[in-house]
């Protein structure tokens, strides 16, 4: 079992697959049959009560309960409990007559009258095939303190059973179709593959009867998982692992005493220009932000992970959980004005993150180049402004994410590809921003290793990230941890936050929401993450093409800078992520200096631009000059003309382009 290969009886292994096909449907039946029911608050978390077109929450006056205002056309979406259903709304018109509401479910329309005062009303509605089911409440309007209101929404309840919903089924089926075929291509044997795929349809179950069913993630999760098995399997046919080639491996690189003096020299200087931004006020109010979340912690433990509110994930909330266990023995506090022990406390686990970056970036530039010019180009990003402004003096995460970032990237080449996904999943644990490389880690592990590394690889990370959760789980968190990951697309829903990128030059400003239609039913949201997405399928195309290491650093190159240029809701600060990889892709082609240095010079100037809280001169300058979207233009461009050069190197373009190995170093060090 040391190489994939395909099975080779497809009778039997067909009629083994109808026979688990057939024990998803019958436990998914089983499993639907009880009567299941749910109640809704209107302070529930987005991730359980997904809405459009409602106002901020509000208390009743001399009542607990909390309401929120329709602004006319109010939606919410439901978990469909299965089979025809009961739902029972809390509705008040508000005003001192009925209000003529319509509600829209399942297909069918229901007007009716609702009351001035609070009432609750029952419908009762036929089976729907979705995971989950849209109810929109339609009303006049009225105008009252510069609002658009219709009715008050207060609480909401569902219950149903008998029939599994087809589109549960349809993705069950999905996942053991996909997971099962992927399975016995890389080999394992029925003794295994069939148990293996029994246990995951038993546990994914247990996970609905538990109450999983209430947060509605159960479809998208099983449809990624089948599709990707899928995919490995197909594409691993037009698209072979790649032999290694002999003839081309370099000659190892042996580091001398003159390395490790050259790496001490640069972390002294990217100390000496950090340390003395380690006290300086917090500019923006993030550090408060995490200092408050340190205090919930050192008082509650865990239980304090998402004590009101909150969107850190497992790992940023262990490293805040124990540091704050020395705020106060140091001469700390939680509160603001934060003390400078507390401040550096916070920026601690990010700096050495960042020290460690600096020194990556010297070794693996120290293979492809001489010392000298390793060191040129670990000098630029130790000096480059969004870098030591991110991590010293903002106190930002970014740079303890880049860490696990550049591992998944550079360690493809080894143990099958499992130290890449191990570290991809620690970034996934630190900020949910690391799914950008998804992408690229799927076809690049393919190419490298086939459908046994993607496996391995899926397990491994899967494992990690179960185990790294379980505390939070067991401390009550799980809905506050869900909405952290489930709810990190749709918190701000502007063009833009501050980026400079392509919504800045739509929208001069970045004024405006991003959930308004634009082309048809598209909106701007949607729009841009479908651009993304093209973007994404490209670098994962030219990967399956080539996966060296060079190939591979560009590739998170130009994800990491798409990442920042087409979706909605992006900060000014998200283009540092691009910077490392694009560091390290100079060694290889001396020309990456220039793209690297104009977004240095963009970056600075996004963050000085957008937050006054830096230079406060410096963003009423730029502000009120043309530099905003001249460098929304040029960022851009640089994004299409990394793209082309990735395509044109990988042979999906017909072109010319230097060799991306210098000569006496022609392969991937790390592989």
């Not at 309960?65 to 978990?79: A, E, I, M």
Request: proline residues 7%; hydrophobic residues 55%; aromatic residues 8%.
């Amino acid at each position: 079992m040391s190489r994939t290969t395909p099975y080779r009886r497809p009778i039997w292994d067909a009629a083994v697959l109808l026979f688990l096909l057939g024990t998803a449907w019958a436990l998914a039946s089983l499993v639907y049959q009880p009567l299941r029911a749910a109640a809704f608050t209107m302070d529930a978390l987005p991730v359980m009560l997904p809405y459009e077109g409602l106002h901020e929450r509000e208390q009743f006056p001399d009542d607990p309960r909390v309401y929120r205002w329709t602004k006319g056309q109010g939606q919410v979406d439901l978990p469909n409990p299965g089979g025809p259903v009961v739902v029972q709304v809390g509705l008040a018109g508000g005003t001192r007559s009925a209000v003529p509401v319509a509600i829209h479910a399942a297909g069918m329309t229901l007007p009716f009258q609702v009351d001035a005062g609070l009432r609750t009303y029952a419908l009762l509605l036929p089976t729907t095939q979705g995971e989950r089911l849209s109810l929109t409440v339609e009303s006049p309007t009225f105008e009252a303190r510069n609002r658009t209101l219709g009715v008050v929404v207060s609480f909401i309840s569902i219950s149903g059973g008998g029939a599994v919903p087809a589109q549960v089924l349809l993705v069950l089926v999905c996942a053991t179709l996909g997971i099962y075929l992927l399975l016995r291509q890389v080999g394992v044997r029925l003794a295994l593959a069939v148990p293996g795929v029994l246990l995951l349809q038993a546990l994914v179950l247990v996970w609905q009867v538990a109450g999983g069913w209430r947060y509605g993630l159960f479809g998208p999760l099983l449809l990624l998982a089948g599709t990707s098995g899928l995919a490995a399997l197909v594409l691993e046919r037009w698209y072979p692992v790649a032999p290694a080639v002999p003839s081309l491996a370099p000659s190892p690189v042996t580091f001398s005493q003159r390395d490790g003096q050259i790496i001490a020299l640069l972390l002294l200087v990217a100390l000496a220009v950090r340390l003395p931004w380690l006290g300086a006020p917090d500019p923006v109010g993030d550090m408060e932000l995490a200092a408050r979340r340190m205090w919930f912690l050192h008082d509650y433990g865990l239980a304090g992970s998402y004590l009101y509110g909150g969107d850190y994930v497992p790992i940023r909330l262990y490293l805040l959980w124990g540091l704050s266990q020395l705020v106060q023995p140091l001469g700390g506090d939680f509160f603001a004005p934060l003390p400078a022990v507390t401040m550096t406390l916070i920026k601690l686990p990010g700096m050495l993150a960042d020290l460690a970056t600096v020194a990556i970036i010297y070794l693996w530039s120290r293979r492809w180049s001489g010392m000298r010019t390793a060191a040129l180009i670990a000098a630029l990003y130790t000096l480059s402004p969004p870098v030591w402004m991110n991590v010293a003096w903002w106190g930002q995460v970014d740079t303890l994410l880049m860490l696990p970032l550049l591992g998944t990237v550079l360690l493809l080449g080894r143990a099958n590809g499992r130290w890449s996904w191990l570290c991809w999943m620690v970034a996934l644990l630190i900020k949910p921003q690391a799914i950008i490389l998804a992408p690229l880690l799927f076809g690049a592990t393919l190419r490298l290793h086939g459908s046994r590394g993607v496996l391995q690889g899926g397990a491994l990370a899967v494992g990690l990230f179960v185990s790294a959760c379980m505390p939070l789980v067991l401390a009550e968190q799980g809905p506050g941890l869900l909405q952290a990951y489930a709810g990190s697309v749709g918190r701000f829903p502007r063009l833009t936050i501050g980026a400079y990128n392509l919504w800045y030059l739509v929208s001069p400003g970045g004024a405006g929401v991003d959930d308004v239609p634009v082309l048809g039913p598209l909106t701007y949201r949607l729009l841009g993450i479908l651009l993304l997405g093209c973007v994404a399928l490209l670098v994962s195309v030219a990967l399956l093409r080539r996966a060296d290491g060079p190939m591979r650093v560009e590739g998170a190159a130009v994800l990491a800078l798409a990442f920042f240029a087409l979706p909605t809701q992006i900060h000014e600060r998200y283009l540092f992520l691009t910077l490392a990889f694009l560091a390290l892709r100079i060694a290889g082609d001396e020309r990456m200096v220039l793209p690297y240095v104009i977004l240095v010079f963009t970056a600075t100037i996004n963050i000085l631009g957008d937050l006054d809280g830096f230079v406060p001169p410096a963003a009423a300058a730029i502000t009120a000059s043309p530099l905003p979207l001249l460098c929304a233009g040029v960022n851009l461009t640089v994004l299409l003309g990394l793209l082309v050069h990735l395509l044109v190197s990988s042979g999906l373009v017909a072109g010319t382009t230097a060799a991306l190995r210098p000569a006496h170093h022609r392969s991937d060090p790390l592989s």
